[in-house]
């Protein structure tokens, strides 16, 4: 794969029927975050108006990839889900219409993952990804892996680092349903960083930045939620 970054002037047309799942399903979630766990957003105008980008999160729940989603509403996002999920004929049909990528086991499914993303970064998408490489199992961010370095070099685009919090609350690994009602969960998202920026210091450097950044939008959501900050 080339160094060069993916060309701003592509625009990834997707078909109206995938366009207008990926709206309702971003509505549905919207709804159900919002009267179900109070939801939250703040920062949504750091995601770029147009153009490539990835947005890297902590993972807490299943309830992640939907509900960063609802918070953005002038992009669509391009995200992974276990492969298992798509053996299901209409549930693979309805995740992959809201942009869902499957992913494998192993280091071989992870680089053809980090192919995949980088052929939706080139024709100017937005790209969610998990650095840590599973779900929380308390909480807390875990340690960033290399993938996404690797991601974010090939693909030289910006890179937002955003937060959700108290989705490991509501639905916290290892159970099948989620908690409904008496927990909140908010998302944060960063400001830009500069692909060049990031990665000036080498790959290792790069993930530790991101995820110091994620633990301090992280820690603000928590604040604003318990109303030590306006």
């Known amino acids: 794969m080339s160094d060069a970054a993916p060309p701003r002037a592509l625009a990834h047309k997707r078909p109206f029927y995938s366009r207008a799942m990926y709206t309702t399903g971003q509505c549905i979630a919207l ?14 105008k750091n995601i770029p108006a147009r153009g490539a980008c990835v947005i890297v999160a902590n993972h807490q729940s299943h309830m992640d990839p939907p509900v960063i989603g609802a918070g953005i509403w002038n992009r669509q996002l391009v995200f992974v889900a276990r492969a298992g999920l798509f053996k299901n004929p209409i549930f693979g049909w309805a995740i992959r219409s809201v942009n869902a990528i499957p992913i494998e086991e192993g280091a071989r499914a992870e680089i053809a993952t980090i192919k995949k993303f980088i052929g939706r970064l080139r024709t100017g998408e937005v790209v969610l990804v998990f650095p840590e490489g599973t779900r929380t199992t308390d909480g807390s961010v875990g340690e960033f892996k290399a993938g996404a370095a690797l991601l974010i070099k090939r693909a030289r685009c ?21 908690n409904l009602f008496g927990n909140r969960v908010a998302v944060a998202y960063g400001q830009p960083i500069d692909p060049e920026e990031l990665l000036a210091d080498g790959p290792e450097a790069a993930m530790q930045r991101l995820r110091t950044e994620v633990e301090s939008l992280r820690q603000s959501l928590r604040a604003r939620m318990s109303g030590t900050t306006p």
């Open 31 to 44: 709804v159900l975050a919002t009267v179900c766990f109070r939801f939250r957003r703040f920062g949504a």
């Open 158 to 178: 910006p890179v937002v680092p955003c937060a959700i919090e108290g989705a490991y609350l509501a639905f916290p690994r290892g159970q099948h349903l989620p």
